[in-house]
């Protein structure tokens, strides 16, 4: 009876949870990022490791958007979260490409299947990132789910064509 009513008074007062990475006063708490934000490398492997952590990078960058950043400081403060969640981890970020520039199939399926965890805040993000169409095409909700369907594939392809621009 005793649990019954601490369960029920648990259950009639708000309470808040915060789930995702530490902030601080300046954004993201990147030394705690890198240093606590551990993935289960050695039980899943380092492929799957780094298309979590792409995840995470796009997912951030979207997140971002909709807390009304500009697209290039979103996609700043995403590639850091990216690259101290990859630095934590000892995982490389080269490792994800094949010899011809393209991001490993596998890798690919994995991140694309990840970055979709945050699809209906991608949606809302699309407006955002969309500024220009051409005359006479509108943002309407089919395009809007048609853009957020391709939207890992396009962040996933940024990636690669940032490698081949460094070669």
Known sequence: MRNLFLATILFLFPFSANAGFPEG???YDLKKIEESFRLPCDEIGNDDCIARALGVGACTWI??????????????IADSVLIALLKGNNLD????????GLIKANIKKEATYRINFCREETKKAIPK?????????VLDKERIE???NVFPLQYLSMLEQLSKSKK
């Open 25 to 27: 006063e300046n954004g």
């Open 146 to 148: 048609n853009l957020t």
């Open 129 to 137: 990132l969309i500024k220009k169409l051409p005359e006479g095409v």
């Open 93 to 100: 970020l080269k490792s994800i490409l094949e010899k011809d």
């Open 63 to 76: 997140f971002e958007i909709n807390k009304d950043k500009e697209t290039g400081e979103a996609l700043k």
